[in-house]
């Protein structure tokens, strides 16, 4: 089946997660909570199918401070039961000696992109120790993705979520993939809209954000539609709901092709 491809799930087994994280899913996005609470390949599978989804990207996210401790090696094990999961591996470097080292060892396991959280691991993204990891995902043509805006989970600290440091790195690493997760979310959309207009290795995920808004946020979508990618943040984020509202935006066949499916299929080089 050719279906969406939503480049923005967290892997979800309740156990990796603080538990008022659950609490919050609950409130959210109550009819998939029976996945997190069985969460198993197979469950997702279905539930893929259900929602039309041909490929998954599962995140991997160390953040014991604020939201949980997913390490990459369960997202790498998770995925092993099908294609149709993507794994992308984190790095907190507070809690890694060396990043480029256990970068490369991410990569030997598999993993097919890397996902950065500076909001809820609080360090700057401009951090020199990760310039070896940036310099290894470009060589190996590995996205990176990158949390950019706010989040308003406790311990959360916003000012690292600016999508001008994304810029910086983007200028830095020019053949590097860099997506920036929530385009900006909260105080920087226009910023954000700007640097994937003028930086051609720059993309936007529309996850966790109000669909039926986005053009409000984004008001360039259709022209930089080749520069943005449908994700949803799921379990928060219900799939099936996200893809009903997205394709009723008034957007043309080509950019919700694009958009929900072909910008991903070349960036996690799927064709
Ligand atoms: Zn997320």
């Not at 939201?67 to 890694?96: M, Q, W, Y």
């Not at 990891?133 to 406790?154: D, K, N, R, W």
């Not at 385009?183 to 809209?193: I, L």
Request: aromatic share 12%; with cysteine; glycine share 6%.
């Amino acid at each position: 089946m050719e279906g969406v491809i939503d480049i923005h799930t967290h892997y979800a087994a309740e156990s990796c997660w603080q538990p008022w994280v659950k609490e919050w899913w609950i409130k959210m996005n109550k009819e998939d909570i029976w996945i997190v609470e069985n969460y198993t390949p197979e469950n997702m599978l279905k539930y893929m199918d259900e929602a039309g989804v041909e490929y998954a990207v599962v995140l991997a996210e160390r953040a014991p401070n604020v939201t949980g401790d997913t390490p990459t090696e369960a997202v790498v094990e998770f995925c092993k039961a099908s294609k149709r999961l993507i794994p992308f591996a984190n790095i907190n470097p507070h809690l890694s000696s060396y990043p480029y080292k256990d970068m490369m060892r991410y990569i030997k396991m598999g993993v097919k992109g890397l996902k950065l959280h500076p909001v809820h691991m609080c360090f700057e993204i401009t951090d020199k120790r990760l310039y070896p990891v940036y310099y290894i995902c470009q060589e190996e043509g590995l996205p990176v993705m990158i949390h950019a805006g706010t989040s308003i989970f406790p311990g959360a600290k916003d000012k690292y979520g600016n999508p001008h440091y994304v810029n910086e790195i983007a200028e830095d690493f020019p053949e590097l993939v860099l997506i920036m997760c929530h385009g900006g979310r909260g105080f920087w959309y226009q910023d954000a809209q700007f640097i994937v207009r003028h930086r051609k290795n720059v993309y936007i995920d529309i996850s966790g954000l109000p669909v039926k808004k986005l053009l409000d946020y984004f008001p360039q979508m259709e022209r930089l539609k080749e520069k943005f990618l449908f994700g949803t943040d799921w379990p928060g984020v219900p799939i099936k709901r996200a893809i009903e509202e997205f394709t009723q935006l008034p957007l043309s066949d080509e950019a919700k092709r694009l958009i929900l499916r072909e910008n991903a299929l070349k960036i996690l080089k799927l064709v």
